[in-house]
């Protein structure tokens, strides 16, 4: 298992929820922000929980960048992923999901593209 595993492991799990944004790993581009095409980042903020030999619990970063008319659209995405999160179920590796807080945002990127942000809690074994 790889930390991208866990990643993987996390879009899989919201699924659907995901349909109509691009998504990405560990960063995003110039190039991307001035596109007109929403998008999911995902990556590790560091940090996490307790970890031993049985369980270890790493933190994931969404955030998720919509188009400068798609605030309304972006925020109620973010509340259906949030409430995905809450609900604490698992993927493949990762046995369960849960939120580390609430939404954060939408902040503004200078071409006005609105960004949200949820920090997920990932408990796996065997990381």
Not at 21 to 26: H, L, R, S
Not at 41 to 61: C, T
Not at 69 to 86: F, N
Request: proline share 5%; hydrophobic share 35%.
């Amino acid at each position: 298992m790889t930390t991208r595993t866990i990643l993987a492991d996390t879009v899989a799990y919201l699924g659907t929820l995901l349909d109509g944004y691009e998504v990405k790993y560990f960063r995003w581009t110039d190039a991307d922000e001035s596109s007109d095409t929403p998008f999911v980042m995902l990556r590790f903020p560091g940090g996490g929980g307790a970890s031993n030999v049985i369980l270890q619990q790493l933190d994931v970063l969404l955030a998720l960048v919509q188009t400068p008319t798609g605030a309304v659209t972006g925020h109620d995405d973010m509340s259906a992923i949030l409430a995905k999160v809450r609900q604490g179920g698992g993927q493949n590796t990762v046995t369960r999901f849960e939120p580390m807080g609430s939404l954060s945002g939408p902040q503004y990127l200078e071409n006005g593209r609105p960004v949200w942000t949820l920090n997920i809690r990932c408990y796996t074994e065997d990381y």
